[in-house]
């Protein structure tokens, strides 16, 4: 039978199901890796697992969303500090750049190269996940929205195509090894082509119109 904890415990149980979980989810991987092994190196009984979560799925879900974040806050210093050096076209290939140099070293973030693994766990998290999960991927390209803004610059096609070329620099970054030795310099013609090409120099536009997302 679970126990009851008290919410110190909770938050504290919570912090090392998450750090013990990604510890366990990188060594063995998403299938391979257990709730009973999860829940010895937590040191909490099977049934508390349950507490927290309706599926180990539900876990990973969390995890990897707060990979995402940290991410998300490194490259926003980044794009700053390229920003001081490049216009903000070519600012932003250099910070996706580099951030899918952080992404690829974040072996949790490649199941999405697994369609079946990704609906499984899609299918396991709960409504509270996935909306976490869709308003950090708008956040992410609403701040990118801001900071061109900032310099002038405005996104031409809609915010949606913005987002998608994104997770399409991803996958074919993390993939660029089925395309040869000149993968890496094709993806960043790409990126410069597609940057140059959305983000223009003129007015700002508001970012809630049609160029953003629907709310």
């Known amino acids: ?26 060594k063995y991987g998403v299938k391979k890796t257990s709730v009973d092994k999860i829940v010895e190196k937590v040191g909490i009984a099977k049934g508390s697992f349950y507490n927290f979560y309706p599926s180990k799925e539900s876990m990973v879900f969390d995890i990897v969303l707060d990979i995402e974040t940290e991410i998300h806050k490194e490259e926003m ?8 050096e ?3 076209p070519e600012a932003m290939k250099h910070t996706v750049l580099k951030s899918l140099g952080f992404m690829q070293n974040e072996p949790l973030l490649l199941i999405v ?17 996935k909306e976490r999960s869709t308003r950090q991927n708008q956040n992410r390209v609403t701040d990118f929205i801001q900071a061109a803004g900032q310099k002038g610059y405005r996104l031409t096609v809609p915010a949606t195509v913005f987002e998608a070329s994104l997770m399409s ?12 030795e000149s993968g890496h310099e094709a993806l960043e013609l790409m990126m410069k082509a597609t940057f140059g090409k959305i983000f223009v120099k003129g007015c700002i536009g508001d970012i809630k119109g049609e160029k953003s997302f629907d709310h």
């Open 1 to 26: 039978m679970a126990r009851h904890f008290s919410e110190t415990e909770k938050q504290t149980i919570k912090r090392k199901l998450l750090h013990e979980g990604k510890v366990l989810l990188e």
């Open 169 to 180: 620099f991803f996958l074919i970054y993390i993939n660029q090894n089925m395309v040869g």
């Open 86 to 88: 490049y216009e903000f």
């Open 77 to 84: 210093n980044n794009l700053h500090t390229f920003l001081a």
């Open 113 to 129: 190269n697994d369609p079946q693994l990704i609906q499984e766990i899609w299918s396991k998290s709960s409504e509270q996940q």
